[in-house]
C-alpha cells in the first residue's frame, strides 16, 4: 500500500457516496423531522403567531375551537415545508431519494390538518374556506416560483407574510363566531407590521455582514426602505383612527414600533449573530401585537 503523505488531501466522496450518506441520516428520526418537516425559516413562526395572537387577544373569548385552529395553522404552516421539498425533488432541484420521505411527511402532515379542520367545519366556522383561497393561490405561486428557482425575493416574503397574517382575522371570527369586518382590519394592521418587519430584519442581517461600523449618512441611507415602510404605515393607520376605523391609539403603537427601527438603523448590529437578531425582533413583535390588541379592548 503506497503511504499517505501529509500533505495530500483527501478524497472528496463521489455524489453516489454522498446521497447515500444524506440518505441514511434523513432515516433517523431526528434528521427526518429536521429536514422534511421543521421550515427552515425561523422567522416565519412569529409571521403566523403574532397575527393569531393579535386575533385573540383583541376577541378576548377564548374556547376550545380557538386551540383547534392554533394546532390547524401550525400544522398547515409545517405542511409547507415537505410540499416545497417534494416540489424541487420532483422538478430536479433536489435528489430524487427526497421524494419519499417528503411524500410521507406531506401526508403525515396534510392527513392532520384535514381532520382538525374537519373539526372546525362541524362546529360551524364554515368561514374559513373563505381565507383558504388566497392563501392557496399564494402558495401556488410560490410553488411555481420554486420550480423556476426564483422563490428567494423580499417580494416574496412580504407577499407571504400577508398570506400568514390571515391568522388575525381567523382567531378573531373563531373567537367570537362571526365574520366581521374588524376582522379585516386585523388583518391589514398585521400585514402593515409584518411588512416593515421584515424589511428591517433583512437590513439588520445586512449590517451584521459588515466589516466596520459605517457612517451616519450611511446609516440612513441603508435604513431608508425600512423608514418608507413604517412611515406610511404610521400614517395609513393615523388615517384611519381618524375616520375611526380602528382604535385612535393604533398609529402610536406603530409609531413605538418605529422607534424601535429608528434604533437599529442608527446602531447597526456589526458582528452579531443571526439568533440575536431573532430574538430581539420576536420580543419587539410581542410586545407590538400585545398592545395593539389591548388597544381594540379599551
Known amino acids: ?12 466522496p463521489t455524489s453516489e457516496t454522498a446521497k447515500a450518506t444524506n440518505k441514511k441520516r434523513a432515516q433517523t428520526p431526528g434528521k ?13 413562526w412569529f409571521l403566523l403567531l403574532g397575527p393569531f395572537l393579535l386575533g385573540a387577544l383583541t376577541a378576548a373569548q377564548p374556547h376550545a375551537a380557538l386551540f383547534v385552529l392554533l394546532l390547524f395553522s401550525l400544522i398547515t404552516y409545517i405542511a409547507r415545508q415537505p410540499l416545497t421539498l417534494l416540489v424541487k425533488a420532483l422538478s430536479g432541484r433536489r435528489a430524487k431519494s427526497d421524494v419519499r420521505p417528503a411524500l410521507l411527511a406531506l401526508i403525515g402532515t396534510g392527513a392532520l390538518a384535514a381532520l382538525l379542520l374537519g373539526i372546525l367545519l362541524w362546529r360551524g366556522y ?28 423580499l417580494g416574496i416574503e412580504l407577499v407571504g407574510a400577508g398570506m400568514l397574517a390571515l391568522a388575525a382575522p381567523a382567531a378573531y371570527w373563531v373567537s367570537v363566531d362571526a365574520m366581521t369586518p374588524t376582522g379585516w382590519w386585523l388583518w391589514l394592521l398585521a400585514w402593515l407590521y409584518a411588512a416593515s418587519a421584515i424589511v428591517y430584519v433583512y437590513l439588520r442581517l445586512k449590517q451584521r455582514r459588515l466589516k466596520e461600523m459605517p457612517s451616519r449618512a450611511e446609516q440612513w441611507r441603508a435604513g431608508r426602505r425600512t423608514l418608507l415602510y413604517i412611515g ?28 424601535h427601527f429608528v434604533y437599529g438603523i442608527t446602531h447597526p448590529c456589526v458582528g452579531v449573530k443571526p439568533v440575536r437578531i431573532g430574538l430581539e425582533q420576536s420580543f419587539a413583535a410581542l410586545l407590538f401585537y400585545v398592545l395593539l390588541g389591548a388597544a381594540f379592548l379599551i
Request: proline share 10%; no cysteine.
Open 1 to 12: 500500500m503506497q503511504p499517505v503523505s501529509p500533505l495530500t488531501k483527501p478524497r472528496a
Open 32 to 44: 427526518f423531522f429536521k429536514i422534511y418537516v421543521l421550515p427552515p425559516e425561523h422567522g416565519g
Open 126 to 153: 364554515t368561514f374559513l374556506l373563505w381565507l383558504g383561497i388566497p392563501a392557496a393561490l399564494v402558495m401556488a405561486w410560490q410553488l411555481w416560483l420554486v420550480v423556476q428557482r426564483e422563490e428567494r425575493q
Open 232 to 259: 406610511t404605515a404610521i400614517l395609513f393607520t393615523a388615517a384611519l383612527a381618524f375616520g375611526q376605523w380602528v382604535p385612535a391609539l393604533t398609529p402610536f403603537i406603530f409609531a413605538l414600533a418605529g422607534a
